[in-house]
């Protein structure tokens, strides 16, 4: 009896050496008990060397199926593919022959061993661990794969995080990339990992890309089975979203347009950018515009940004659009920018949970620069398209006075973004009753470099936001 052990790592190229050799002896399957290093040793079994000579030639196919089936975690899985290997040996077509059972059964499990693939893909969540100012990032990630599938799937993740150190720990081998190099060694029980920043981004990017109108818990629950849910922030969305499912479901509906045929649609795209009065309740805002697909700029961002404050405001407060920030987290004014909006209200008594703080477009535009995702100004006609649910917000909230900063919210409200300078700081009416008035955005404020001409500015805005205050206070 031959007793071959076979390592944990490098467990492919391992069994193909011990095949060939015991081939080539024209050792028997019965003769040979094939273990992984977890098997404990018999009584009766050696472990002498069989030399090995020559070529032996499989088809490749069967190669292929090999080098997956090595990774299934079925303690049978060498000894069956021995076995096929010595049946191949007289039958050289069998890999051909559909009706075959052995093949049957290794084809299955080299396609269980590709679905652990695919799930390790889609699922492991790295987790930053290095420090700020290391010269490669570093992330690791806690893993419970089905079989053992961290090896033959360490070079996928090696290709897609080329740029960053990163290590999969799993209880059984440990994948480590270190400066563009995979190293493989043992599992280990799991340790401590550090919450990560990007948590809340994929619980935000799971939350939009979940369709409560396709919802089929048993078919999500095969896709994303339960067992990888407590290693992904995402899935503690999920008990709620399944059950806001029906409610979302319906909200969509009433929606969603009909979809006229082309020429029609042409002319509707053409009034749509005309249209600009909300039909719905106030209500129905949220659920209706994170569907809005007015523009182009809803398919990069992650999610629509609508405003927040009182329904009853007597003073709505308009920026240009969400960045990166407001992007990922859902809320108006969040950012850089948004802090400076924070310092310079309370400087002029304008209590922001009091104002109702909204921008004149509800999407982030951006180019990507390698991680960073960089604002572009909207143009006119993405404006002109949002302004639709600026103006759902005005008949909503119906404010006595609007302060709108920057020549984007210029141009949603007034038609007319120019001369900011000449025209800012004085209240003019508008067709509704309610006053307008102009003012520098923050963003503005920031990029200015002369100090003088910033601290100008800054009193500038500071006043503004000041007569907006009291002229709310007086008109409410
Ligand atoms: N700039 C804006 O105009 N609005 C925001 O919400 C953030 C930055």
Not at 92 to 111: E, F, I, N, S
Not at 132 to 153: I, K, L, M, N, Y
Not at 366 to 391: I, T, Y
Request: with cysteine; charged share 25%; glycine share 6%.
């Amino acid at each position: 009896m031959h007793r071959i052990s076979l390592p944990a790592i490098g467990t492919a190229q391992a069994w193909r050496d011990a095949a060939r050799r015991l081939l080539s002896a024209a050792v028997p399957p019965p003769d040979v008990v094939w273990a992984d290093d977890t098997t404990p040793a018999g009584l009766f079994e050696t472990a002498e060397p069989i030399a090995w000579s020559g070529v032996l030639k499989v088809p490749r196919s069967f190669v292929a199926l090999a080098n997956s089936v090595v990774w299934h975690k079925d303690s049978t899985r060498f000894d069956r593919l021995y076995h096929f290997l010595w049946r191949l040996r007289e039958t050289p077509h069998l890999m051909t022959d559909q009706g075959d059972a052995d093949l049957a059964v290794l084809r299955r499990m080299a396609k269980n061993v590709h679905r652990c693939q695919h799930k390790m893909k889609a699922f492991v969540r790295f987790r930053e661990i290095g420090e700020v100012g290391d010269a490669r990032r570093s992330f690791a990630a806690w893993f419970e794969p089905t079989h053992h599938t961290v090896e033959p799937t360490a070079p996928f993740f090696a290709r897609r995080f080329a740029d960053m150190d990163w290590r999969i720990i799993t209880p059984d081998v440990t994948a480590s990339f270190v400066k563009g190099e995979i190293i493989l060694s043992e599992g280990q029980s799991k340790p401590p990992l550090p919450d990560d920043a990007n948590e809340r981004l994929w619980i935000t990017y799971f939350r939009n890309i979940f369709n409560p109108a396709r919802l089929k818990v048993k078919a999500m629950q095969s896709e994303m089975p339960r067992k990888y849910w407590k290693n992904m922030p995402e899935a503690a969305a999920i008990p709620e979203l399944i059950a806001s499912a029906p409610v979302r479901a319906r909200q969509m509906r009433l929606a969603a347009p009909s979809i006229p045929p082309v020429r029609a649609r042409k002319v509707q795209a053409h009034f749509a950018t005309l249209e600009t009065s909300w039909a719905g309740t106030s209500g129905d805002l949220a659920a209706s515009i994170a569907v809005c697909t007015r523009c182009d700029l809803h398919g990069k961002a992650t999610q629509a940004v609508l405003g927040e404050g009182p329904r009853d405001a007597a003073l709505m407060i308009v920026g240009e659009q969400p960045g990166d920030q407001e992007d990922l987290q859902g809320r108006p004014f969040v950012g850089p920018a948004g802090r400076l909006f924070d310092q310079l209200a309370s400087q002029s008594g304008v209590e922001r949970d009091r104002a109702y703080v909204t921008n004149a477009v509800k999407h982030f535009k951006f180019r990507a620069q390698g991680r960073r995702r960089l604002h572009r100004r909207p143009n006119s006609s993405e404006v002109m398209h949002c302004k639709w649910w600026l103006d759902a917000e005005r008949a909503a909230v119906r404010p006595r006075v609007i302060l709108a900063m920057g020549s984007t919210a210029a141009l949603a409200i007034t038609g007319n973004g120019k001369d900011m300078t000449r025209r800012r700081g004085v209240a003019q009416p508008l067709e509704d009753g309610s006053q307008l008035i102009l003012t520098f955005h923050p963003s503005y404020l920031l990029r200015l470099r002369d100090p003088a001409q910033r601290e100008a500015a800054t009193g500038d805005v500071r006043h503004d936001m000041a007569l907006a205050h009291r002229l709310s206070r007086q008109l409410a």
